[in-house]
């Protein structure tokens, strides 16, 4: 049996697919980062499981526990807490350790957080980057603002509520105008999105709030001043009867700008 990597709600209780339910109720043993969180869900829906902790402190040593069994043909389900198993959650030394002993594995997709928000931030578009948890202290996070403000597009992370407040006053002073979308409590009752330019959002978060935070990173504003006249650029190619669609991707390759953006913004 391969090993079943399975997506788990962000929040609401509610958003996990039929897939992920069998998968946890059928499976032998059912690997979860907080057994507690994990029962939780399966209270909800009904369902009754074996459970056993698998998260960073014993990661190592479940790992070699579950794989022989894993090979002798047991169902085994990873869970997190929310989300999907090894992005930025446990996980992945046992994904790695399956498919290297030749054992198969399969993921049940479900709610990401990080896709989640990017949509509600309303900065999606055709690139974006993934940070993972922002780094601790002053001069990583200087370092990491150096290198978004090099990156044109949207950017996500995650960090804890404790933190926001020195992180989002860290961007604020390094790159005041960046847009920035704060949200708090994905899918949950008291969610909260906070968009804004860091200067301003930054004032908004002077205190820890609750709850789970996701951020997105928008474009620079000079990517927007430049998408401005890239736009511009692709009407002057048609009205010279170049076709929309290859004006747009060629002034995309020149600039690096969204060649979808260039065409609809130019229509």
């Known amino acids: 049996m391969p090993l079943a990597v399975c997506a788990t709600p962000i929040g609401n209780l509610e958003d996990v697919t039929l897939r992920v339910l069998r998968e946890l109720a ?12 994990t029962r939780v869900l399966l209270e909800r829906h009904g369902i009754s499981a074996r459970l056993a902790s698998y998260h960073r402190h014993n990661e190592a040593r479940r790992t070699a526990e579950v794989l022989p069994r894993l090979q002798g043909g047991e169902r085994i389900a990873l869970a997190s807490d929310a989300g999907l198993p090894g992005v930025s959650d446990p996980g992945a030394r046992l994904v790695a350790a399956a498919l290297e002993a030749g ?28 940070l993972g948890y922002l780094p601790r202290g002053a001069k990583p996070l200087r370092e990491l603002w150096v290198e978004l ?18 992180s989002l006053a860290s961007l604020a002073q390094a790159l005041p105008d960046r847009p920035v979308a704060v949200c708090r409590e994905l ?23 609750r709850g789970e935070i996701t951020l997105v990173f928008g474009p620079a504003p000079a990517l927007q001043a430049d998408e401005n006249d890239a736009t511009a650029a692709v009407g002057e190619l048609v009205t010279a009867g170049l076709p929309r669609r290859q004006a747009a991707s060629l002034v995309a390759r020149l600039t690096g700008a969204s060649r979808k953006r260039l065409y609809d913004g130019s229509l």
């Open 26 to 37: 059928e499976a032998d043993l059912v690997l979860c980062e907080d057994t507690r969180r």
């Open 103 to 130: 054992v198969p594995v399969t993921v049940l997709p479900g709610p990401t957080a990080v896709a989640t928000a990017l949509v509600a931030s309303g900065f999606v578009a055709e690139r974006f980057q993934f």
């Open 149 to 166: 403000s090099h990156w044109p597009y949207a950017a996500v992370a995650f960090e804890s509520p404790k933190r926001l407040p020195a």
């Open 187 to 209: 899918t949950k009752r008291f969610e909260q999105i906070e968009r804004g330019r860091a200067k301003e959002v930054a004032e908004r978060f002077a205190e820890p709030p």
